[in-house]
Every structure is written in C-alpha cells, then in structure tokens.
C-alpha cells in the first residue's frame, strides 16, 4: 500500500522492573510509533492513505482546512496516527477509529468498536515527518518531532538556566542542536503529562542530560517519573517520553 521510502512502522517491546499497575505486561509493555517522512510521501501515495485509513467525517474535516500548510499537517499527523493504530490492533478497520480531540486539544482514540478504550495516542508533526506512538494508557507515553529555526534558537537558548546552559555546554552542542534538544524533550514531556506548553517553561527544567549510543537521555527536576529519549537528525530530532523505570531498545530503529 504505502511507499515504504516514506512510512516506517516500529513495534516498541517495552520491560519494566516495577511491574505494570493492574494491568497485563503483555497489554501494558507494548507500544507502536509509526512515522512518515514528508519529503518523500508522493502525492499518489498520500491519496491512497487517505482513502484507506480515513472515514468521512476526518476527510470533511481536511477539506475545510483554508491553509494548505495546516491542511498538509492535520493530514500527515491523521495518518500517522492511523497507520500506528491499524498496526497495533492487528490489522483492524482503521476507518472504524477517529482521532478526536480533547479540552486541552490532546488527541484522542473514539473507536466505533471495543476493545480500544485502554489506548492513548501521541501525534506531532514538523515541516518534515508526521509521527504518532500508539500506548496503553496505564502506562503513558508521549511524542514530539520539530527542528527550532536559528531565530527561534536565539529566543529560546537565553532564557535557560545556568545550571542548564551548563548541562548543554558539556555536551558541546550547536546553538539549534542545543535548542531542538531543549524544545523537543519539553514539547514531548508536556503531551505526556497533557499540560503541552501551557505551563512555565521552567518547570520542565532538566536534571541531567547523557549522551548514549548516538541519543540523548534527558531527566527532570519535577517529573522524576519520567525520562525522555531524543534522536537528532538534520530534518528534525524526535523526542519520545515514557516512565523512567520503563526501558526498550532505542537501537531498534534508525532515525533520520
């Protein structure tokens, strides 16, 4: 169906040593980022997922869109959502699920049929890549993806802490790459937490950043609970929170 040089599906097996709530390991431990690469999505392709993943009522609502760009990116996160979930439920109707959208404009999974209602969802898209993780709520997740231009590192770099300038100092990187890693790691703590970035920045303040086998590992002050993984690339870096007791093999993919 799709052009694999432009979609890339990855089932994430997920381990714990603090077990899994009520809930099933084999329910709980599992998740599915599905990612397309903009770039490449030819326009006969994109054509065919939308006709294939999308009932009528998301179709209608891209048709209203007045802005090709924000058009083009409800699009891409839409699908991108769709292929991860039709992967994670074992090949179901997608058109049977819509992606909604809650009080804080948190994406949603509305199922027409059962057997969805413990799933969470996770979509973000940049001029580049549209991508979405599929999760089981009791063990929640969130995703970002975004490249900050060299203005919007200039606004965003001055406003951090000593302690954090510091940190990002350590690790020698560029003023962009330090503000992709800064602005992707909160962007993608906030949809974890559903507070996206209506709360101070501040807040979000790291407690350590590592460096490992070609990604990065952040830590935070206030959400001990919580880790958040980052991949850089030259179109954008990818930024994937989940629980800090919770590991996977981040080597199990190639991004960018």
């Not at 709530?21 to 903009?38: E, P, Q, V, Y």
């Not at 990065?216 to 880790?227: G, K, M, T």
Request: charged letters at 20%; aromatic letters at 8%; glycine letters at 6%.
């Amino acid at each position: 169906m799709a052009d694999f040089d432009a979609v890339k599906i990855h089932a994430l097996a997920l381990t714990r040593t603090k077990g899994t709530g009520s809930f099933l390991a084999k329910d709980a431990l599992r998740a599915t980022l599905a990612i397309i690469d903009l770039d490449h999505l030819t326009p006969l392709c994109r054509n065919e997922l939308i006709s294939t993943l999308l009932d009528e009522t998301e179709i209608t609502r891209i048709n209203m869109f007045k802005h090709v760009k924000r058009q083009q990116s409800f699009t891409g996160g839409r699908l991108a959502a769709k292929l991860a979930l039709q992967t994670h439920c074992n090949s179901f109707d997608p058109r049977q699920a819509r992606i909604e959208n809650g009080v804080f404009d948190q994406p949603l999974v509305s199922a027409k049929t059962g057997g969805m209602n413990d799933l969470g969802i996770s979509v973000s898209h940049s001029e580049h890549y549209a991508v979405a993780l599929v999760f089981h709520r009791g063990h929640p997740m969130g995703i970002d993806v975004d490249r900050p231009s060299l203005d919007d590192a200039k606004l965003l770099l001055p406003d951090l802490t000593p302690a954090v300038a510091d940190m990002l100092a350590d690790l020698a990187l560029a003023d962009q790459a330090a503000a992709s890693l800064m602005w992707v790691a909160r962007e993608s703590l906030g949809k974890t937490l559903t507070t996206g970035m209506m709360t101070p920045l501040s807040i979000y303040a790291p407690s350590a950043i590592k460096m490992q086998n070609g990604f990065f590992v952040v830590h935070y002050e206030n959400f001990s609970q919580y880790q958040t993984l980052l991949w850089p690339g030259a179109k954008g870096w990818l930024g994937l929170t989940l629980p800090r007791e919770t590991t996977f093999n981040p080597l199990s993919f190639h991004w960018d």
